[in-house]
């Protein structure tokens, strides 16, 4: 039957394509169902930073390479569709889809991933990628003997400011309230390295530019008096939001959403794994993404392999 199979892996960005992969090479059937365009949240970048091997491609080209990979081993991948529902618990589990179709199989691997917390202030959406990233670790060597800033109070927001001065001239921390969400130890590194300096109890009004980011208007909140400063480039490191809201309360969620596995990437719910952003870690990178498509891969092979017996509906 064309919607039975042995796994069902949701989201096609780097975590669901690496499953599909191995999935399809050990001659499991495999759908991978994605919402929107295949690729994810590296699609969206147009040079893919630290990924071994390659050199020089955008993250669309890679994520097409991972599909075109997945399908020549008989993987089936479908976009744009939309997820509606899931049954997760018993032997043969559902998912819903555009309201009129129901798939069904043995495992499934949740790899739906996330998105970085935004401000939702003018000119974010145009600058995002032209001087506004989300990402250091990503494309903090853009931005060698730049004047920037880090939107940001808490952990990730102070430590990856002290390794943005590895390349930046500057870096101003500008943060909302007038003390840090963050480990004292974070807090004391900050303060203590000479290109930092801080913007506190303030938020930003308005990011400025032509073709791309140029400067920042910055609202002090115990005032109100606005500043213009003009900068190279913004990190906004504010948080990270899983996209987990469809399988809340059906499997083992942390206080932020995020997906709680084991070792072997099996979730609270028996035959279902997670892989990918979605789930509770503390590095997301393209290589985090495509190991955890592996193990959780692997870990529905040997999961399957135990359940042969099991009939399809
Ligand atoms: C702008 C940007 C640039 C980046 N650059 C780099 C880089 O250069 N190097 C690097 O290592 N990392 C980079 N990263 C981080 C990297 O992209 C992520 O860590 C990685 O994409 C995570 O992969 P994932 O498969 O877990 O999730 P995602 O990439 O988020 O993919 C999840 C997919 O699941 C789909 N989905 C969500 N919910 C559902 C649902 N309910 N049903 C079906 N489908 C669903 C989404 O539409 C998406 O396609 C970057 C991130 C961003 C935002």
Redesign the pocket.
């Known amino acids: 039957m064309d919607n039975e199979f042995d796994v069902i892996v ?8 690496t499953a599909g992969i191995y999935l399809s090479r050990a001659k499991i059937k495999t759908i991978i ?10 699609s ?2 147009h ?5 071994p091997g390659i050199e020089n491609i955008s ?1 669309y080209q890679l994520s097409r390479t991972m599909k075109k990979q997945a399908e020549s081993f008989g993987c089936t991948v479908k976009s744009n ?1 939309k ?1 509606t529902g899931f049954e997760l618990d018993g032997e043969i589990k559902k998912v819903f889809v555009n309201e009129t179709e129901i798939y069904y199989a043995k495992s499934i691997i949740l ?6 917390r935004t401000i939702g202030v003018p000119g974010e959406e145009k600058f ?2 032209m001087g506004i ?3 250091a ?3 903090g060597d853009f931005f060698q003997d730049k004047n920037i800033i880090v939107v940001g109070g808490g952990n990730s927001a102070l430590e990856e400011a002290v390794s943005l001065t590895k390349y930046a001239s500057t870096v101003t921390v500008v943060h909302q309230f007038d003390y840090f969400q963050a480990f004292e130890s974070a807090i004391g590194e900050a303060k203590s390295n000479s290109k930092i300096s801080f913007i506190m109890e303030s938020e930003i009004q308005e990011f400025h530019g032509e073709q791309s980011l140029k400067g920042v208007t910055i609202k002090n909140m115990r005032t109100g008096e606005l500043t213009e400063k003009e900068i190279d480039g913004a990190f906004i490191l504010i948080g990270y939001v899983p ?1 987990t809201e ?1 399988i809340k309360g059906m499997i083992e969620l942390n206080d932020r959403n995020e997906i709680i596995t084991d070792d072997s990437l099996l979730t609270s719910t028996p035959g279902v794994f997670a ?4 789930r509770e870690k503390r590095y ?6 495509v190991s ?2 592996t193990i959780a891969a692997l870990g529905a092979i040997e999961f399957i392999e135990k359940k042969k017996e099991t009939v399809l509906v």
């Open positions: 949701i989201g096609g960005g780097p975590a669901g394509l169902l994605n919402e929107g365009v295949f690729g994810g949240q590296v969206l970048t040079e893919v930073a630290n990924y993250g569709i997820v790899a739906t991933g996330g998105k970085s995002k990628g990233s989300y990402c670790t990503c494309d996209s469809k892989a990918g952003d979605s997301r990178q393209i290589t985090t993404a955890d498509g």
